[in-house]
């Protein structure tokens, strides 16, 4: 019996009255800093506390590597969250190789180095898969049959395996390294598709090692070694994304295997511990493929990777805990020695009984089933006995067939993909091609298109004739795209209603292409550097020398309008939540895309909440992701973690919609991603300042109440009123103060009234609330909901009060304010019958062309002009930007007008009364605005009326009447 030896950081912090938690594993490293980088890039310590690559597959892979010798089955598996290093600790990056490729290096070194004279012969197969979305893809072929491979079990052994998992000798440890790199790129052609990246995957690379061993009497045993190197999905939790108030948090999980896995090593530690419970292995893929490694004949090492950011500190805390659970795991792990001829003898007996079992027919069945039931699992069985035959088949001509031949037929087809490398990279260097970029940066750079020359048509694989460049993926149009290559010009034309940007602007027409070009197909991952070996001169200088996918995200984000540069004046919180934005942005795009192609009529939006639009006034600017129904306008506000997780969800969704597209289109709405039960909406919001009461004045009018967008949705009634501590307003003079420093010490109360509000919007006719909160209430103060109105009248009143006025009470009065926010309660209404015969793509574009019609009439005939398709709204935005910079040059133009103005203003102002000539200043003043803005008239306008104020000050003999100023007193004083 051994115990799981697991690896990970000592943690200990704390926390005001929270006992420091402590942890103790077999070993822990850091390597976070106290390194440097030599001139191979290898990161070398600098800290005796740094711990190298070299150190960390010392401690735990080469215990791995003796034990295969031995003849042991073992494990290593990474857990944690993304970003924490498992796939570094793992894979490794660049020259810095991690467990997995030095193991393979250091199995081949002993075999080259093993002087035992009892050993024959060895023999090492390798194969890799990864698990996406509970589907098993085999990354060592380009092609997937439908829903992955089938994981099946063996009911000898009890031990589960992947059907037609291929399986390839390999004689050298850089054999394995370029079947790895081929399984890469295999990764990368899905990984496109399905919008899946390496932190939402397992990786699971199993190397099997044989060896032939001849005992005293001559006889040929076979020494057999399985060792499954694991590299995890991040670990993320649904609280830790934000998703926790999400109905389908439960989703919120970045993949079920992890969940699964979690319910495993708790049943095997309870198990270890006395306790018998049932291990659910069968929950999730993974736990089928690892259940030899958790409770079997397995020696298993668990790395637990942890990120020193205190941001994460409940994410570390739930891995060391889930660690510390793995640890009092016992697996049981045995020597696998038979000898040869048994093997094999064992294997024919047991093919022959199901060959027989298959030909005779006289198959068990359930009586008193129905005949469709029956006919089921008739042809159920039958597929497990011949899975079962196949595979008992495969390992009988694995102990026949002789390792070396298969060995040289393996490396005769690798020789020929070779070749077919080396002309490629031959192409690479003469010929223009598209080289990948990928939101992983380990999956950029692998897919390469070569550019012939010609017309080279791309579009989608099911597409007849097929085009020359297949893709598939969200918004890929049967003909999409064709790009022309005559010579050392390369020009690429787009198919109507085809989604294709260039350096982040929709491409409307034929355009040249220039050397590192970034050209996106669709709204997913197609997204591709255009490199020209002929002509390596770029246009813009100030593109750099390795392009990336932030990059080429970043220049979408600016064509879109938004600022993405360091140190443009920015505030850090307008900043961060502008960052927020442009990661947002493309991910918003393909969830629209996935809208329309499953037609759910749903439209998503990213939009920024100020901090004025929020109750709380000590918040930052919030970006949020506005859910809408096409249908009858419903709206629902996202935070991003919600939305994140339900992005997840829906590409789940998606994937099972391209595999079963009828099973999709009957799920119930609760199961639904793209479904959220009416909520009420944010109408908008209203700001009442608070420095009427500095002086214990009243404030009271009508304020207005806009949305996020700053439009004005209607008006609100509200008054502040100084009170007594009994209620009662204090409206007389001898209330008032001349200095708010008197307030100082003292206790203050006062009242907020709102009577009555004024909604513009139909829609929100069902009913109305509002709700607010006050400095120093722990809650906000919710008027309750008036129903069937747009002119709800609230007639509240809430009295708040202050204990004693210090310094931060003045400054809340002085900058601070009260934010009402208006909510409409929304209905699950009956779309019109007229746009329940429009697809998602044409309501989106019909709403698209309804905003264009608010804009002022030039802009919305070319906004109607232009091709509205998915985001293609960015056309647009370009010309609007070199409108808006002909503008700009206006706005100096007059500024300088203006600022002739003033001098005049200055110089009327400096001058004596006696000298001052108010026919020749206004003269002066009316050339100097003469022809120019409607601004400037105004103030020509204004004065004119003092002309006129002046004659009849003069004809009255200065006596003027005074007019009676309606309102509070803060409005007279005013």
Not at 234 to 257: M, P, Q
Not at 675 to 694: C, R, Y
Not at 853 to 867: G, H, I, K, T
Request: proline share 4%; glycine share 6%.
């Amino acid at each position: 019996t051994s115990h799981s030896r697991l690896t990970c950081c000592f943690v200990f912090r704390l926390r005001a009255g929270v006992e420091p938690k402590k942890f103790a594993f077999d070993y822990s490293y850091w390597s976070h800093d106290g390194f440097d980088v030599d001139e191979n890039g290898v990161f070398t310590p600098v800290s005796p506390k740094y711990a190298d690559q070299r150190r960390v597959f010392n401690d735990l892979g080469q215990g791995v590597l003796d034990n295969a010798f031995e003849g042991f089955n073992c494990s290593l598996f990474a857990y944690g969250q993304t970003g924490s290093g498992k796939s570094y600790s793992m894979v490794g990056y660049g020259p810095n190789k991690g467990i997995v490729p030095m193991t393979c290096d250091e199995l081949f070194k002993a075999i080259e180095g093993n002087k035992n004279a009892s050993v024959t012969k060895y023999a090492v197969t390798f194969s890799m898969l990864e698990i996406y979305n509970e589907q098993v893809r085999d990354l060592l072929t380009k092609n997937s049959p439908k829903g992955g491979l089938q994981v099946r079990q063996n009911p000898k052994l009890g031990l589960f395996y992947v059907q037609d998992l291929k399986r390839v000798p390999v004689g050298s440890y850089k054999e394995i390294e370029k079947r790895m790199e081929e399984g890469t790129a295999n990764r990368t052609v899905a990984s496109t598709s399905m919008n899946a990246t390496s932190s939402r995957a397992h990786t699971v690379v199993t190397i099997t090692f044989d060896q032939i061993v001849k005992n005293e009497a001559g006889q040929e045993t076979k020494k057999s070694s399985t060792i499954n190197l694991v590299d995890l999905a991040g670990s993320e939790r649904a609280d830790s994304t934000g998703a926790t108030g999400d109905r389908l948090k439960e989703g919120a999980n970045i993949n079920k295997s992890l969940s699964s896995l979690g319910n495993v090593i708790s049943a095997l530690a309870e198990d270890t511990g006395g306790k018998k419970k049932v291990v659910p292995y069968r929950d999730s893929v993974l736990t089928k493929l690892l259940k030899n490694a958790l409770g079997g004949n397995s020696k298993t090492v668990m790395i637990a990777a942890l990120s020193p950011a205190d941001i994460n500190y409940d994410e570390t805390l739930g891995t060391l805990r889930y660690a510390d659970r793995a640890k009092k795991i016992k697996t049981r792990a045995v020597v696998n020695e038979s000898p040869l001829d048994k093997l094999v003898r064992e294997l024919r007996e047991e093919n022959e009984k199901l060959k027989r079992r298959l030909e005779g027919g006289s198959m068990e069945m359930v009586v008193g089933i129905d005949a469709n039931e029956r006919d089921r699992m008739r042809k159920e069985l039958e597929d497990e006995l011949r899975a079962q035959l196949a595979a008992n088949q495969y390992m009988l001509g694995d102990l026949s067939e002789s390792h070396d031949e298969k060995l040289r037929q393996t490396r005769i087809e690798y020789d020929a993909k070779q070749l077919e490398l080396i002309k490629q990279q031959q192409e690479r260097e003469s010929q223009p091609h598209l080289v990948n970029l990928n939101e992983d940066s380990m999956l950029s750079g692998v897919v390469i298109h070569i550019l012939k020359d010609g017309d080279i048509t791309i579009g989608r694989r099911n597409a007849d004739p097929v085009p020359d460049l297949a893709l598939s993926g969200l918004n890929i149009q049967k003909k999409h795209a064709m790009i022309r290559v005559v010579g050392h010009e390369v020009s690429i034309l787009p198919c109507s209603g085809a989604k294709t940007v260039v350096n982040g602007y929709p491409l409307t027409g034929e355009r040249l292409l220039e050397h590192k070009d970034r050209v996106l197909f669709g709204s997913g991952n197609h997204m591709y550097v255009f490199v020209n070996p002929k002509n390596t001169i770029s246009v813009d200088a100030n593109i750099p020398n390795e392009i990336t996918w932030e990059f080429a995200q970043k220049e979408i984000a600016e064509a879109k309008g938004f600022q993405t540069k360091v140190g443009l004046g920015l505030p850090r919180d307008q900043q961060i939540a502008q960052e927020q934005v442009i990661e947002l942005l493309p991910l918003v795009s393909q969830v629209n895309a996935i809208s329309e192609e499953m037609n759910k009529h749903k439209a998503f939006e990213v939009i920024i909440l100020s901090a004025a639009a929020q109750q709380d006034k000590g918040t930052k600017p919030k970006v949020m992701v506005k859910m809408k129904n096409l249908m009858n306008n419903n709206v629902w506000l996202w935070d991003v973690g919600k939305f994140m997780n339900r992005r997840y969800l829906i590409q789940d969704l998606y994937e099972r919609f391209l595999d079963n597209p009828d099973e999709v289109i009957a799920i119930k709405a609760e199961e639904d991603p793209f479904w959220e039960p009416v909520e009420d909406v944010l109408i908008g919001t209203a700001n009442v300042f608070l420095q009427s009461l500095l002086y214990a004045l009243d404030f009271d009018d009508v304020v207005p109440v806009r949305d996020y967008k700053g439009q004005q949705e209607g008006t609100l009634v509200v008054a502040v009123v100084p009170t007594n501590q009994s209620g009662k307003a204090l409206l007389d003079e001898d209330a008032f103060v001349e200095d708010p420093s008197e307030l100082v010490g003292k206790p203050f109360h006062f009242k907020v009234n709102v009577r009555c509000a004024e909604i513009e919007k139909t829609r929100y006719s069902r009913g109305i609330r509002c709700s607010y909160s006050v400095r120093g209430e722990p809650n906000p103060v919710e008027i309750p909901l008036i129903k069937d109105t747009l002119s709800p009248e609230f007639n509240h009143s809430h009295m708040s009060t202050i204990n004693l006025v210090d310094s931060d009470v003045l400054e809340y009065f002085n900058s601070g304010c009260i934010t009402f926010s208006l909510y409409g309660l929304q209905g699950d209404t009956l779309p019109d019958q007229r746009l329940a015969k429009m697809t998602t793509k044409e309501l989106r574009q019909m709403e698209r062309l309804q905003a264009g019609s608010l804009l002022p009439s030039s802009l919305a005939r070319r906004a109607s002009s232009v091709c509205v398709d998915a985001d293609n709204f960015g056309e647009l935005v370009s010309q609007l930007r070199t409108e808006n910079q002909a503008l700009q040059r206006k706005c100096e133009r007059l500024q300088k007008k203006e600022n002739q103005i003033m001098d005049l203003l200055k110089i009327w102002e400096d001058r004596p009364v006696e000298e001052q000539d108010f026919q020749g200043f206004y003269r002066a003043v009316h050339a100097a605005v003469h022809s120019s803005g409607s601004k400037f008239k105004t103030r020509v306008k204004l004065l004119n009326q003092m002309v006129s104020v002046s004659r009849d000050v003069k004809m009255s003999d200065g006596e003027q009447a005074q007019e009676h100023v309606e309102g509070s007193k803060t409005c007279a004083i005013q």
